[in-house]
């Protein structure tokens, strides 16, 4: 098979669909190619004893009326087709470290005077917090859809503070300064490392507003998809994209593994960076891009346990657990075999016969890719006892430590699988399972910070190594990619046109 696109992604993540899905609407021809049977990367799910489980995108942020993630959604088709629920308001997310509960409200004005509560004597500090993290997330343009200024310097100085230094000039207090901390698995926080932005941004999304995607995260990708195919694009499955070809500096098509050539005008790689650097040889790029593309340090990988719960059980509660064994919150990424787990997280979904009660729960934790190293060339499902083995003591070490905080699930468990760095790559494609791509880096903001330009001059790069991860940083990622080929500005006025009038409310209504 032989075809002609305007534009070509390769990788069905949400970054992939939506650059297809935007550049469409902009009336190019494009095709997506993805190498899985089932499209979406991280937005896949599967499915167990007839329950539905996500493997990649748990909750979201910001999906409010008038907040960033709905006028996405809106723009992109999605507010009718995606179910959604909102969290608990009072405490969105729980954080149990060593043995003592604080709760995240959602809304600046409860979040601090939660906290307050906790911590009387940090009020200043508390409330400094919140506002330099609303300040951060209310500042960037593009995070809030208003036209932006591609030179907008506004908040680089964050790009260069780390999170850990920002939160203990504030307060003298260990356990405020881990509960300040306490969301860093959702962007794979490092002490010294993990910029002030980035953990403001992606507890701004929250703290705005906290929602789980009820039917799954497919319903994104499927809904994309269908839309892309509508506005005349394609999209296929199972095609791997195992080769580049070139007209001399030029691609000129992509060849999947099944040996059909896909030409167009352009291409963009929603793959990993340095995995799309595998497919260029080394005369049409210079070497030095190359191995800087190579060496980019990645997030940690992550071990799921899915569990399928009997029937009446346990109590379903509409918010998300963090649990710490102690208040040492930076180091749970770097743990040494023996204490492994020192962290994790925990939600559950109710039973849609007896919403009181918990249909599944899903546990999620870091893992080094080195634990799993071993068995890095073999496949799904061949990877041998050995493995399975390791998986299993995994698998009970993470179920002793998430019995400290939810003992009742000791005898509630009817079925449980779990899913090692080697499933998130071989399922998501992302390099040795990283959880968040290419990771930021405070100490080096310029050389962590990727353009959606390469070297190539018609191939270009999305998904969440480009900006940020999470859904809005993938998001705002695919703006910055298909502001290579359609002016940015006009892209985000097309957006705001198409959003209904009474859903424009502004931030500071909001907050009130
Ligand atoms: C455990 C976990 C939990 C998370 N929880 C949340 C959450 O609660 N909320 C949130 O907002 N974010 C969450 N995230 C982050 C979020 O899922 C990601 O940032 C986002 O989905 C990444 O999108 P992407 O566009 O970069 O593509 P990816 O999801 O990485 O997809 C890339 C696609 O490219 C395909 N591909 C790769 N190579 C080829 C090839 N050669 N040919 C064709 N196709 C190829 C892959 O198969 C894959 O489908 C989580 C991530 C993880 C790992």
């Not at 999605?78 to 149990?96: P, T």
Request: hydrophobic letters at 35%; aromatic letters at 12%; one cysteine or more.
């Amino acid at each position: 098979m032989k075809a002609k696109y305007d534009i070509v992604v390769i990788g069905s993540g949400l970054g992939g669909l939506s650059c297809a899905y935007i550049l469409g609407k902009f009336g190019y021809r494009v095709c997506v190619l993805e190498k899985h049977f089932q499209i979406g990367g991280n937005l896949q799910t599967f499915e167990r004893k007839g329950c539905k489980f996500d493997t990649g995108m748990h909750y979201v942020g910001s999906l409010g009326p008038g907040e960033v993630l709905h006028r996405f959604f809106n723009y992109l088709g999605l507010l009718s087709k995606v179910d959604v629920k909102k969290l608990d308001e009072d405490a969105f997310d729980v954080i149990n470290i060593n043995g003592r509960k604080y709760n995240y409200a959602m809304g600046y004005e409860k979040f601090v005077a939660g906290l307050i509560n906790d911590f009387p004597d940090e009020a200043e500090a508390i409330k400094t917090y919140a506002s330099k993290i609303k300040e951060l997330g209310e500042n960037s343009d593009i995070y809030n859809l208003r036209e932006v200024d591609l030179m907008d310097l506004t908040n680089i100085n964050y790009y260069g503070i780390s999170t850990s230094d920002y939160i203990a000039s504030l307060t003298e207090n260990i356990d405020l300064r881990s509960v300040l901390a306490a969301l860093n698995p959702l962007h794979a926080g490092e002490e010294a490392i993990t910029p002030l932005y980035v953990h403001a941004l992606v507890n701004h999304f929250f703290i705005t507003s906290a929602w789980r995607l009820t039917k799954g995260a497919d319903q994104i990708s499927e809904a994309l998809a269908e839309s892309i195919k509508e506005m005349g694009g394609d999209v296929f499955t199972r095609a791997e994209v195992v080769k580049f070809h070139f007209n001399d500096l030029l691609m000129s098509a992509v060849e999947t593994k099944a040996g059909d050539i896909f030409e167009a005008e352009s291409f963009i790689s929603n793959m990993h960076p340095s995995l799309t650097m595998d497919f260029i040889p080394d005369d049409k790029i210079r070497k030095s891009y190359k191995n800087r593309m190579n060496n980019l340090r990645n997030t940690i990988s992550s071990f799921t346990v899915y569990l399928v719960l009997k029937k009446n059980q346990v109590r379903y509660q509409n918010k998300n657990f963090y649990y710490y064994k102690t208040n040492k919150v930076w180091g749970v990424n770097n743990y040494n075999a023996g204490d492994w787990p020192q962290g994790l997280m925990i939600y559950f979904t109710s039973d849609a016969a007896n919403p009181d009660f918990a249909e599944s729960a899903t546990i999620i934790t870091y893992m080094k890719y080195d634990e799993v190293k071993q068995w890095e060339n073999t496949s799904i499902g061949n990877r041998g006892k050995l493995y399975k083995d390791f998986k299993n003591l995994k698998k009970e070490q993470l179920l002793i430590r998430v019995a400290e905080i939810f003992p009742e699930l000791n005898d509630a468990i009817e079925y449980s699988y779990s899913a090692s760095p080697l499933t998130y790559r071989d399922y998501t494609g992302t390099r040795e399972g990283s959880m968040y791509g290419v990771m930021r880096d405070c100490t080096r903001p310029i050389e962590s910070y990727i353009s959606p330009r390469t070297k190539i001059p018609n191939l270009f790069l999305t998904g969440q190594s480009i900006n940020l991860h999470g859904i809005t940083g993938v998001l705002c990622g695919a703006l910055i990619t298909c502001g290579t080929f359609v002016e940015i500005n006009e892209i985000i006025r097309e957006i705001d046109k198409c959003y209904p009038a009474e859903f424009k409310v502004t931030n500071n209504e909001l907050a009130d």
